[in-house]
């Protein structure tokens, strides 16, 4: 049954639940085909299959005896490497971590083990999840599916190529500057955003963190909008040290087809020009949405000026970056920001100067959210999704040079900025909105692109059913040239 490798979580839950294959056969399926093709892809850095294989064992059991474990009964899957599962490394691909052992499993892997998913092990990062790419010096460059020459994204890199090439069936990544959506635009499959706040992000941090950072969230990648949804369910919730007196109700979707939705676009920007290919993507989904009865509009804008929001993001952003530094490399930038006042104005103390915030800075950047956040509200009231780009152009040629802010992205012949992307994920990031990534089939090289639903705060569950609608008349999820 080799086509079982691309059937969705839900649909290998329900063939498990007939006990038309049983969480082994499942498990072991998925494992000769990491051993297989994992080879040219590097995706699943960290493996361990006989731990699988004996929870497999377990969950059979428990089949037999008539007993589920939860929606994800039996079913076989990865993680980014960033999430701590006891007793496996996580190192976010910064050397210095390679020997560190997690002694407890994080609270996205804990929920998803209690609904009945089984572990195979973890996907590849870029080095402190600080990248587009997905290569470090500990577990090397993973490659894109659709073309090895290529980018998979990052910092989720190794989940998105995973899904589309058929290792796991599941994901779950992380986001902060689009490492969700990125790679899930690359590499062909769905990936979620969710709203700020709503997954509990403990044991997904660096030695010694405990706090969850501002903006940063972890969701899922699947390959379908369903698996999203059961996906969500299954991780969001409270924190630990707040479940006692906090509960999460997220609204459910609309009772809506395609054609009762309200769809803006926002298909370019000067910002962040995207690739004329991309931008005609945009409006050609629109096209389709309007000729199914959908109010659609190329004009509509929240109330806000693009770059006064960008800026902000940009603040919230490197505060959280300044703040994971390490104490000694922390106290030589703020070093080199002192040297400011003293008329340094060398590059160098300029980029030091953005990752050292004082409080009264961020909670000046926390006050101009909340304006933004406010405009968003006002422009939701009227609109269901937004529809616009994830990133400029299609998967991209690895690219290791350094600094990274020398590199560009060629985006129809011209070099632009490389993390000139960040304008299109911080439109959701920075004000905490929920963000669903569609693909929309391949480019003219064959390669994918995907899109980006953004709705209001706490309407996760619209922006996935918009996108599961989308699947239904437009396509979704295609295979991978393997």
Not at 2 to 14: G, N, S, Y
Not at 39 to 63: C, H, W
Not at 216 to 235: F, K, Q, T, Y
């Amino acid at each position: 049954m080799p086509e079982l490798h691309f059937e969705t979580a839900k649909q290998l839950a329900r063939r498990i639940q007939k006990r038309e294959i049983s969480a082994l056969e499942l498990t072991d399926l998925m494992i000769r085909r990491i051993e297989e093709l994992d080879g040219d892809l590097n995706a699943v850095v960290v493996r361990d299959f006989e731990r699988a294989r004996a929870t497999a064992r377990a969950r059979d059991e428990a089949t037999a005896a008539g007993r589920s474990e939860g929606a994800l009964h039996g079913v076989p899957m990865t993680i980014k490497e960033s999430y701590d599962i006891q007793g496996l490394p996580t190192t976010w691909g910064i050397p210095l971590l390679k020997d560190n052992l997690a002694e407890h499993n994080s609270e996205a892997v804990a929920r998803f083990q209690a609904a009945g998913a089984i572990f195979l092990g973890k996907t590849n990062v870029p080095t402190n999840l600080a990248d587009l790419q997905s290569y470090n010096a500990i577990y090397g460059q993973t490659n894109n599916p659709w073309n090895h020459d290529r980018t998979p994204g990052g910092s989720s890199g190794g989940s998105a190529a995973a899904l589309a090439a058929g290792l796991t069936s599941l994901e779950c990544g992380s986001d902060i500057g689009g490492s969700i959506r990125n790679p899930a635009h690359f590499c062909g499959v769905y990936g979620h955003k969710p709203t700020w706040g709503i997954v509990a992000p403990q044991g997904h941090a660096i030695p010694g963190q405990l706090a969850g950072p501002d903006i940063s969230v972890c969701g899922p990648l699947a390959r379908s909008a369903e698996d999203l949804a059961l996906a969500l369910d299954v991780i969001s919730g409270p924190e630990p040290l707040e479940g006692p007196g906090w509960r999460l109700e997220l609204p459910p979707p609309p009772p809506k087809k395609l054609s009762g939705y309200r769809v803006a676009l926002w298909p370019d920007d000067p910002m962040a020009p995207v690739s004329a290919e991309v931008s005609q993507r945009v409006r050609d989904l629109g096209a389709q949405l309007a000729k199914r009865g959908a109010i659609v509009s190329d004009s509509a804008r929240p109330g806000f000026e693009p770059e006064r929001a960008h800026r902000n993001y940009i603040k919230l952003l490197n505060s959280v970056m300044g703040a994971a530094l390490p104490l000694p490399i922390y106290h030589a930038q703020a070093k080199k920001v002192r040297a400011l006042d003293t008329g340094d104005r060398s590059t160098e103390a300029l980029e030091a100067r953005s990752l050292v915030l004082s409080h009264r800075e961020w909670l000046s950047a926390d006050n101009q959210r909340a304006h933004i956040r406010h405009a968003w509200r006002d422009f939701f009231s009227e609109w269901d999704v937004l529809i616009c780009p994830v990133v400029a152009t299609a998967a991209f040629p690895h690219d290791h040079s350094s600094p990274m802010a020398t590199r560009s992205i060629e985006v129809d012949g011209e070099g632009r900025p490389y993390f000139e992307q960040l304008f299109w994920s911080g439109l959701a990031t920075g004000a905490y909105l929920p963000s669903t990534v569609f693909p929309t089939g391949p480019n003219q090289e064959g390669l994918p692109i995907g899109l980006q639903a953004i709705g209001d705060a706490y309407q996760d569950r619209t922006t996935i059913e918009f996108c599961r609608l989308l699947a239904a008349e437009v396509g979704g999820y295609q295979t991978p040239p393997l």
